[in-house]
Nanobody, 118 residues
């Protein structure tokens, strides 16, 4: 069974940084497009960042310039470096993977909580 496992969440003060990791088993990241999403309490899940197999990263306007998505194919791991965190970044963060020919993310992690205090 495919598993994506996020880690690295926690409590941080505004202005601080966190790095989230997403490790996979039974699915290879190197030939799939990867994404990070988040869901705050009472809100719908929203797109944060994505990284295609070919092509540059994409970011939501709210995190552009503060977050960086990257991958380490050798470790089959995707990262989300989050800097200059704001209280509005508080959410459960999910990583996801999709086939390059599809717009639908097929594989999802269980999420990791990020809480930013003011």
């Amino acid at each position: 069974q495919v598993q994506l496992v996020e880690s690295g969440g926690g409590l941080v003060q505004a202005g601080g940084s966190l790095r989230l990791s997403c490790a996979a088993s039974r699915v290879t990241f190197s030939n799939r497009n990867m994404g990070w999403f988040r869901q705050a309490p009472g809100k719908e899940r929203e797109f944060v960042a994505s990284l295609r197999v070919k092509g540059g990263p994409y970011y939501s306007d709210s995190v552009q310039g503060r977050f960086t998505i990257s991958r380490d194919n050798a470790k089959n791991t995707v990262y989300l470096q989050m800097n200059a965190l704001k209280p509005e970044d508080t959410a459960v963060y999910y990583c996801a993977a999709r086939e390059t020919y599809s717009n639908t993310y097929t594989y999802w992690g269980q999420g990791t909580q990020v809480t930013v205090s003011s």
